[in-house]
């Protein structure tokens, strides 16, 4: 049996590519495939002797899966690659992350150099498929695995104004634009509700937005264990995203499963997960004011929203894991 050593900057409960790494080792396991996690992320001192380390580990392993994305998260690539052409080793590499365009774009070499020396390339979804054959880099397309739960899904009678976005308070979610149309949707509603999931250099400039906006209603709730996304996703009835650039984000995939209602930004490799008005609502990013249309009308049109849910929930199928396995084995062989 092939011994699988999944490579990223692995941070536990901190959502994102993590939380994907958890899952394929938890599948792995179930498999009975042996396989590990080893981390590249830590300050830039231990990042001096992480290489070494990785050779030292890797030895035992077949096969070096390396997790990874742009600027900083191109660092695991990197050393996985080197890590894997020193002790011959299979390597694949799974490409996250919405700013593909930008950062091959100005380290196209770089890109070029360690990408077109791995054994296979995986990207999330056909937005990054068009970005590595603009750069002619050979790729094959395997989603996120979505954790499915039956039990998760709940139908509302009644879609409520009841909103949640559940991102980072980084500058590239613009949560701000949130708020802004938070602010216009609670002039018609005034009992809507808004929880702010998520933790972020852009906290104090969103707590000071939110009060100059007299927003009522809100609440920042911090960053959260993700084993307890659930216990707030059953709490709202919408789930608002307004990315300025995304790839594929598994808060979508979190929402859709809990029964929520999607709004998001239409940027990156969202329009490829979302379709407007058939499995949720699309946004021109960085318009507060058609995201606040679009959250007056998920409430104004109930039919629509209920149909939309269902939709969504549908596509789920796609992400599963019984339906992602026979294609990732390929890529593996075995």
């Known amino acids: 049996m092939k011994k699988i050593l999944l490579i990223t900057n692995y941070k536990p409960n901190t959502g994102g590519i993590s939380v994907q790494v958890d899952l394929l080792?938890?599948?792995?396991?179930?498999?009975?495939?042996?396989?590990?996690?080893?981390?590249?992320?830590?300050?830039?001192?231990?990042?001096?002797?992480?290489?070494?380390?990785?050779?030292?580990?890797?030895?035992?392993?077949?096969?070096?899966?390396?997790?990874?994305?742009?600027?900083?998260?191109?660092?695991?690539?990197?050393?996985?690659?080197?890590?894997?052409?020193?002790?011959?080793?299979?390597?694949?590499?799974?490409?996250?992350?919405?700013?593909?365009?930008?950062?091959?774009?100005?380290?196209?070499?770089?890109?070029?150099?360690?990408?077109?020396?791995?054994?296979?390339?995986?990207?999330?979804?056909?937005?990054?498929?068009?970005?590595?054959?603009?750069?002619?880099?050979?790729?094959?397309?395997?989603?996120?695995?979505?954790e499915l739960s039956d039990r998760q899904f709940m139908l509302r009678k009644t879609i409520c104004p009841n909103y949640i976005s559940v991102r980072s308070l980084a500058k590239t979610y613009n949560i701000d634009c949130i708020l802004k149309a938070f602010a216009i949707v609670q002039q018609k509603y005034s009992e809507s509700t808004l929880s702010v999931l998520g933790d972020g250099d852009c906290r104090v400039d969103l707590e000071n937005l939110a009060k100059n906006l007299n927003l009522q209603n809100l609440c920042f709730v911090g960053l959260i264990d993700n084993k307890e996304i659930y216990n707030y996703l059953s709490k709202a009835d919408i789930f608002v995203s307004s990315p300025l650039i995304d790839n594929q984000p598994m808060s979508i995939l979190e929402a859709y499963n809990a029964g929520l209602l999607v709004i998001s930004s239409k940027v990156g490799g969202v329009p490829y997960m979302v379709e407007d008005n058939k499995t949720g609502l699309l946004f021109e990013s960085d318009n507060y004011k058609e995201l606040a249309e679009k959250m007056i009308q998920a409430i104004e049109n109930q039919e629509l929203s209920k149909t939309m849910i269902l939709n969504a929930n549908k596509e789920l199928e796609k992400y599963s894991w019984n339906n992602i396995r026979q294609n990732l084995f390929e890529i593996y062989k075995i």
């Open 25 to 146: 080792y938890k599948k792995l396991c179930e498999e009975n495939i042996p396989s590990e996690i080893f981390s590249t992320a830590g300050s830039w001192f231990y990042r001096l002797f992480v290489l070494f380390r990785l050779l030292f580990k890797g030895k035992k392993f077949d096969i070096f899966h390396i997790h990874g994305c742009s600027y900083l998260g191109f660092f695991p690539i990197i050393t996985g690659i080197v890590a894997g052409k020193i002790l011959k080793k299979k390597i694949i590499v799974t490409y996250h992350g919405g700013g593909a365009e930008n950062f091959f774009k100005k380290y196209k070499c770089l890109v070029h150099f360690f990408l077109k020396k791995t054994d296979n390339n995986i990207v999330l979804s056909g937005f990054l498929g068009e970005i590595f054959s603009k750069y002619s880099i050979p790729f094959n397309v395997i989603p996120n695995i979505a």
